[in-house]
């Protein structure tokens, strides 16, 4: 049983963040209020349905002692008892501790790793298979920063995806992808296997994070376009660098102001992401243990392509469906990510 002083507290909680709506405040507070409402709202709902179940099974044991009543309440009662289960479990995962990152914007970072030109092209095809994803979803992804190589793979790749929920899914992407498969580029067939690496993190906002202007170094340069192409002369490349941590962060679109913006945006979402980083090992001595732990030297999949298998090592997972994941079908992998990372904190609420 669910402690009862708890689900009171949230359903107060809610009919107060209700209440202050309806009565009218500034802007800066509307907006914090109606997103911890938007929160409460699917919790408070799971806890009405839950207390409904528990107030059913009590009418239909009360009616147990009516004679005419009986035959009713002994039809009743064993749906209610295999329903009561079910109506708790969710509740205990709306209850689970959010993310507070969950609902943000997503920075997308893609590079090859061992593999040369091959990891290169790999490196293309997630991307590809990421905007598939984005695009099923109806989310949006912007690529803000793009080297490619002459044959089209990618050397580096910072992309912005937006939309309902992205980090909360994305997140399962960060790590090492290992792909096997008879590279474009060989002439004797054999398989090879190379890799990339993903980083997904939650885009900071000016309110996440404060600069100091004495912190950076902004450098303009010549900016040049991959392999001699879009070449543009002028000056208009940012380069930012931050003394305190050494994180460098570059743009080269074609608008020196768009750069800078560009620029800031990813300095200040890898500093927020550094921050979050360390909090998290404060927080647990062994992040590898946990799934979708952010850890970028992880190896946590691998796409074998003669097979058309995938595998997901952190929960081993094994799908022959590697054509549609490509296509960008990504849901049942992240699913069951988002379904291990619940039970394992389910375990840790009751143990």
């Not at 905007?131 to 990618?154: D, F, H, K, N, S």
């Not at 580096?156 to 980090?167: P, Q, W």
Request: charged content about 30%; hydrophobic content about 40%; overall charge negative.
């Amino acid at each position: 049983m669910l402690p009862a002083d708890t689900l009171d507290q949230i359903e107060q909680r809610y009919g107060f963040l209700e209440a202050r709506m309806a009565a009218g405040v500034s802007g800066s507070e509307i907006a914090e209020l109606a997103r911890e409402y938007a929160e409460l709202k699917p919790v408070v709902a799971r806890i009405a349905e839950y207390r409904r179940v528990r107030s059913d099974m009590a009418e239909a044991e009360a009616m147990l002692s009516d004679p005419e009543m009986r035959s009713l309440a002994e039809a009743e009662l064993p749906v209610l008892r295999r329903r009561l289960p079910e109506v708790e479990k969710d509740l205990r995962l709306a209850l689970l501790p959010k993310d507070s990152a969950d609902a943000k914007p997503a920075m997308l970072e893609i590079r090859p790793g061992t593999g040369g030109e091959e990891a290169a092209l790999f490196a293309g095809d997630l991307l590809r298979m990421y905007q598939r994803y984005a695009e099923a979803r109806g989310w949006r992804l912007e690529v803000l920063e793009e080297q490619t190589t002459e044959l089209g793979g990618i050397k580096e790749l910072t992309a912005r995806v937006s939309g309902d929920g992205v980090f909360a899914r994305l997140k399962f992407e960060s790590g090492v992808h290992r792909v096997q498969r008879v590279p474009e580029t060989e002439a004797g067939g054999r398989i090879h296997t190379s890799a990339a690496t993903v980083a997904v993190l939650p885009e900071a906002e000016e309110v996440d994070i404060r600069i100091d202007p004495n912190d950076i170094r902004i450098d303009t340069m010549r900016s040049s376009g991959a392999g001699g192409q879009h070449v543009n002369t002028t000056d208009s490349a940012v380069r930012i660098t931050h003394i305190p941590t050494g994180i460098v962060v570059t743009s080269s679109e074609k608008s020196q102001h768009r750069n800078r913006e560009i620029a800031m945006q990813v300095l200040r979402t890898r500093l927020y992401d550094a921050q979050r980083q360390a909090s998290d090992d404060a927080r647990s001595a062994d992040r590898k243990a946990q799934v979708g732990s952010g850890d970028r030297s992880e190896r946590i999949r691998t796409y074998n392509f003669p097979q058309g298998r995938l595998t997901d090592h952190r929960i081993g997972l094994t799908l022959y469906k590697l054509d549609a994941v490509m296509q960008g079908d990504l849901d049942e992998v992240i699913d069951a990510l988002i379904s291990e990372t619940q039970a394992r904190q389910l375990a840790e609420m009751e143990g």
